[in-house]
């Protein structure tokens, strides 16, 4: 059985940072991508950012620049790295990992809020 733990949101002034982790767990296999999603109130899922198992990345262009997504291979975490951050940043932030042969499992979102 998959689990996907995240973990680092919380609320946070403009203009500063929140780092976001999310780690994956049990009968797993391969992984080829992760990456990170955002969904506010009342709005579709959006891409945030994501990297594959080769190391390639993208980026949603509002946050290019500001966010850095990065990985740990060997213990199948990706941690998003989020800096000057903006009240439309403000969302449900979820973990997205896409195994070879289980196809796509989502964590449980970690709410991410910024103030004004």
């Known amino acids: 059985q998959v689990q996907l733990v995240e973990s680092g949101g919380g609320l946070v002034q403009a203009g500063g940072s929140l780092r976001l982790f999310c780690a994956a767990s049990?009968?797993?296999?391969?992984?080829?991508?992760m990456g990170w999603y955002r969904q506010a109130p009342g709005k579709q899922r959006d891409l945030v950012a994501t990297?594959?198992?080769?190391?390639?990345?993208t980026y949603a262009d509002s946050v290019l620049g500001r966010f850095t997504i990065s990985r740990d291979g060997t213990k199948n975490t990706v941690y998003l790295l989020m800096n000057s951050l903006k009240p439309e940043d403000t969302a449900v932030y979820y973990c997205n990992t896409k195994f070879f042969l289980l196809g796509d499992y989502w964590g449980q979102g970690t709410q991410v809020t910024v103030s004004s």
């Open positions: 049990g009968s797993i296999g391969g992984i080829a991508a």
């Open positions: 990297i594959s198992n080769s190391g390639g990345t």
